[in-house]
């Protein structure tokens, strides 16, 4: 039914860049706001950035402001996350989902997620 399929992550060194993408099927991806969230072994999955459902509003956690961006395509149903200086910190699986922006409401069941790893 719906389905939220993570690519992109890999191994990279400390300053390099990725962009993740997530490709979102069974529901109408244009009415949701979408967001990227990332869990590292034995963390709480935090919440990394969301974009509005018009694309028109973006907010990022304070760890990766200014190195992150989200963005969307809706007419591939896709949303991107554009990585760059990348830090160890950032590793951990990248997952996405439809947010509620307000309550932080997610509303599909989470995805495998891709994995990012930053060392050198």
């Known amino acids: 039914q719906v389905q939220l399929v993570e690519s992109g992550g890999g191994l990279v060194q400390p300053g390099g860049s990725l962009r993740l993408s997530c490709a979102a099927s069974g529901f109408t991806f244009s009415n949701y706001a979408m967001s990227w969230y990332r869990q590292a072994p034995g963390k709480e999955r935090e919440l990394v950035a969301f974009i509005t459902a018009a694309g028109g509003s973006t907010n990022y956690a304070d760890s990766v402001k200014g190195r992150f961006t989200i963005s969307r395509d809706d007419a591939k149903n896709t949303v991107y996350l554009q990585m760059n200086s990348l830090k160890p910190e950032d590793t951990a699986v990248y997952y996405c989902?439809?947010?509620?922006?307000?309550?932080?409401?997610?509303?599909?069941?989470w995805g495998q997620g891709t994995q990012v790893t930053v060392s050198s």
């Open positions: 989902n439809a947010v509620f922006i307000r309550t932080k409401y997610v509303y599909w069941d």
